[in-house]
């Protein structure tokens, strides 16, 4: 026989291998006894290989990693070799934990029912440990990121982390969670689940899955024997030795055979050819499994060669439909795939033709972009099938051309785009608008003293649409890169600029002049062009106010827009007041469902506005009334709660409450992924969120690779030097200041800072105190200075100076003084101090971070009291971070140099 290595042996034995999982189980016997009439030895092989397949456990089963195993264990009995496992973990203890029996041996680890027994507690669990000899450092870093990933995950159906370390010989080991259970599609048959039944256990995966997502983690590996289902019902996920973090570089771990970790009949095609990994391979296997749950049977025969990278084919072309393939059943056939009780199979296809097809269709799609976004999308599918709603899902039309055609012509196509995102709201508005009004004119029939003003509503917002809709057409037209003047380089400010030229010339409509006035002027400010902008938006505004309280819904959008504009450029007082003067539109009008969700923006940006004025307590009482009233209008499962969650998370860090902040963040990423149309740069803000909360939980690692997740979205889905990109270099200059990394901190704090200055943003006075934190821990004194000088302006010409972060620049700028030969500035370094105790007395970044400055300017100036300033620096620290926070164990050896115990 070959060897285990040789290339011919192992091409001639995957083959037969896929041969053979084509097959049902009577087949298989069959094609292995001729199999074995020829050659013995490698019909033995293949039956180890489909006994291990079948016999998959609490590990990963890649097939590459099975087959080398299967034939070791080949090789040992061919030399009467036998197996000691049993033995070997007699009285065997690890860590706590004592061996019981053995569960499984796969690719590179062995599983053992361990237990552990401490007084009166008892419990058990699944311990896995690297087999001997596996300890290459691939295979190694393979087994600790499995551990890593199992720690960062805590969910009620994925089985759960319990400890971790090395045994007495070197070996890393984990601890899991024992479950026992029955595979998903085995306790569906078993327990004769009714549709309804099966979509809800499936639905209950699909949470665990997208909450590893959440999490950035892809399983990539799921199938029915990875996921069991317990006594009570309860779904529980398994194994993540293939997972994958979104995160980590490209894989390359392969096995020894050349072949990839994967179960072929689960695998997505891009996990086939060894193309990227993303969330949507998760959504793949999850759809084999619905597949399989629904029609018994799995989606598509894999060609051979399939597990040795060679393409799938037309399979997906090919695929017979769940409700199709229920017809071609005969009763006693699907009672032996669904269980007792089955339905009749006409009966159960007519039952899952339609959008149950589609949704399984959707999930199996070939081309990832294709399929739905996540695991929560899907989930959100059948949630809304279950709930007899429309679904998400749509049969595959036209659409996907379409979409090809603006790849092709991405320029003409972005500022068509652009344009309709700036007027699209207001032409909707209106034609909503004129379907209630005719409404109520139909009403007015039966009610005549006011049918003829309900009438005049009608005329003028039907007339009011036609002329939008006219108006977005001959846009529409002018962005056409074949038909513009200035062919595919059109800009989407020239764009917004000729919209800008036909809306002066419609002054036979005022009221619908005015409304473009404002969408126009909103969306230059969007683009860049802020003055011009303004100046429309200003204009649109002051025609409002003239025509009216039939124009008050269209005046209170754009008070809302001026004051996102001022709050974002740091006009606060502006801003407030063009806010309130919103809301109390609102309230004249009265209750409206078409403006509730108006009003809740305007709040919304209110919030921000008093956040921004150093009130957080107050602000964070307004965002948490507002996701309540979006939740009561909307549902807490719509995705646009998603906005909410995240402006919650941002009080929270800016509270310093990071365990509160990532919560927050976690919700607002689960909603997001309910929305399969979201834009994916919506997750930059998500991800920059949910890295500020690690770093303040101490967690630097996870915060850079979350943080620079962020910065890719970024760079690859928004303008180049887009604000939240430099957000994210902000928050990195921080997380680098903090590690040491001080050349990296610079780096990203000076692009940060360049983004900011173009426009005056209000982040600015915080960047730049970053950019000087950074120079002085460099030892460059006389920049640090000039940024410092300028950050405390700022904050100082555009924020409330009651905020905590204005008297940490302030400090700040003080000790670089001081580092410049300014003894007098401890004054003022003591008087910014007294300030930020006076008004923030709680344990803050803020605080922490000055008493820090204090602590090193006495060392600095050689005073006594050093030791004092050092003791007061690690007091905040703990009471903030808590005692093993990295921050507070540098402060530690600080307070050790220093002299104290």
């Known amino acids: 026989m070959p060897p285990p290595g040789d290339a011919a042996h192992w091409h001639r034995l995957s083959a037969a291998l896929d041969e053979l999982l084509d097959l049902d189980t009577a087949e298989q016997g069959e094609r292995l006894d001729d199999i074995a009439r020829a050659d013995p030895a490698f019909a033995g092989e293949l039956r180890a290989l489909l006994n291990a397949e079948s016999g998959e456990g609490l590990f990963e089963r890649g097939l590459g990693a099975l087959a080398h195993e299967a034939l070791e264990q080949s090789a040992s009995a061919s030399k009467g070799g036998t197996s000691n496992a049993a033995s070997e973990q007699d009285a065997v203890t690890i860590g706590h934990w004592r061996l019981i029996e053995p569960l499984g041996r796969g690719g590179m680890g062995e599983v053992f029912l361990a237990q552990r027994h401490d007084g009166d507690f008892t419990q058990r669990a699944a311990l896995k440990r690297l087999k001997r000899g596996m300890d290459s450092e691939d295979i190694l870093q393979r087994f600790l990121q499995e551990r890593r990933i199992l720690a960062s995950l805590a969910h009620p159906n994925i089985a759960r982390l319990l400890d971790g370390g090395m045994d007495g010989e070197g070996r890393p080991y984990i601890v899991m969670e024992h479950v026992e259970g029955t595979p998903i599609t085995d306790w569906a048959r078993e327990h004769g689940l009714s549709l309804r039944e099966r979509l809800t256990l499936l639905r209950k995966v699909c949470d665990a899955v997208a909450y590893a997502q959440s999490r950035l983690v892809v399983h990539r590996d799921l199938k029915p024997s990875n996921i069991l289902v317990d006594a009570q019902g309860e779904p529980h996920l398994l194994d993540f030795g293939i997972a994958k973090l979104l995160d980590d570089a490209p894989d390359a771990h392969h096995t020894r055979t050349g072949l990839r970790a994967l179960s072929p009949a689960y695998a997505a095609p891009e996990q086939i050819h060894g193309e990227a990994i993303s969330t949507a391979t998760d959504v793949h296997a999850l759809g084999v499994v619905l597949y399989e749950m629904l029609a018994g049977q799995l989606p598509y025969r894999r060609e051979r060669g399939l597990t040795t990278g060679v393409g799938a084919g037309g399979e997906y072309a090919s695929l017979v439909r769940p409700s199709q393939a229920l017809r071609q059943l005969e009763p006693t056939q699907l009672t032996q795939r669904w269980g007792e009780g089955a339905p009749e199979p006409a009966r159960l296809a007519r039952l899952v033709a339609g959008d149950l097809d589609r949704i399984v269709l959707a999930a199996l799609r070939p081309e990832p972009e294709r399929r739905y976004a996540s695991a929560a999308a899907l989930g959100a599918d059948l949630g809304l099938y279950l709930d007899g709603r429309p679904i998400n899902a749509r049969p595959d039309t036209s659409g996907y051309r379409i979409r090809k055609f603006v790849l092709r012509h991405r320029l003409g196509a972005a500022a068509t785009a652009l344009a309709l995102i700036a007027l699209v709201a207001s032409f909707g508005t209106a034609l ?365 010409s555009r924020r409330n100076r009651e905020e905590a972060d204005y008297f940490q620049v302030r400090a700040a700028l003080a000790f670089a003084r001081l580092r410049r030969g300014d003894a007098d500035a401890l004054s003022m370094l003591d008087e910014s101090l007294d300030e930020l105790i006076g008004r923030h007395p709680h344990p803050s970044n803020a605080l922490a971070e000055t008493l820090t400055l204090r602590a090193e300017a006495a060392a600095l100036l050689g005073h006594d009291d050093v030791a004092q300033w050092r003791e007061r620096e690690l007091e905040m620290l703990t009471a903030l971070l808590g005692p093993e926070h990295p921050r507070r164990l540098a402060a530690k050896q600080r307070s050790n140099s220093a002299g104290l115990s």
Do not use: C
């Open 432 to 796: 909503w608008q004129a379907r209630i009004a005719r409404d109520q004119a139909h009403e007015a029939n039966r009610q005549r003293a006011l049918a003829e003003q309900h009438l005049a509503r009608a005329e003028a917002q039907a007339r009011r649409a036609e002329e939008t809709k006219r108006f977005v057409v001959s846009l529409l037209k002018a962005g056409n890169p074949e038909l513009s003047r200035s062919g595919a380089q059109t800009s989407a400010v020239d764009l917004i600029r000729d919209a800008a030229l036909r809306v002066d010339a419609l002054t036979d409509a005022p009221d619908t002049q005015a409304e473009l006035q404002v969408a126009i002027g909103h969306g230059l400010i969007s683009l860049g062009a802020a003055d011009e902008g303004r100046t429309r938006l200003d204009a649109g505004i002051a025609q409002l106010r003239t025509l009216g309280e039939a124009a008050w819904p269209a005046l209170a959008d754009g008070l809302h827009y001026s004051a996102m504009h001022d709050t974002a450029t740091g006009r606060l007082a502006a801003a407030m007041a063009d806010s309130k003067e919103a809301l109390a539109i609102f309230d004249r009008i009265g209750p409206r469902a078409d403006l509730a969700l108006g009003r809740i923006a305007t709040l919304t940006t209110l919030a921000k506005n008093v956040q921004f004025s150093g009130d957080l307590p107050a602000s964070q009482a307004l965002y948490e009334r507002i996701l309540a009233e979006r939740e009561t209008l909307l549902g807490p499962d719509d995705p646009r709660l998603a906005v909410d969650w995240n402006n919650l998370g941002a009080t929270a860090i800016r509270r310093d409450r990071y365990a509160e902040a990532e919560h927050a963040y976690a919700q607002a990423s689960r909603l997001l992924a309910l929305d399969p149309q979201a834009p994916e740069s919506r997750q930059a803000w998500l991800h920059l969120g949910r890295a500020n909360a690690l770093f303040g939980l101490g967690r630097f690692d996870e915060a850079d690779a979350t943080g620079l997740a962020a910065l890719d979205i970024a760079e690859r889905t928004l303008p180049a030097d887009h604000p939240i990109s430099a957000s994210i270099r902000t928050m990195l200059a921080l997380l680098y200041r903090h590690a040491g990394r001080l050349d990296e901190a610079a780096a990203m704090a000076e692009r940060a800072r360049a983004t900011f200055a173009a426009t005056n943003a209000s982040q600015l006075g915080w960047t730049e105190a970053q950019l000087g934190l950074t120079l002085l821990a460099q030892g460059r004194d006389a920049e640090a200075l000039d940024v410092l000088v300028a950050a405390e302006d700022h904050f100082a």
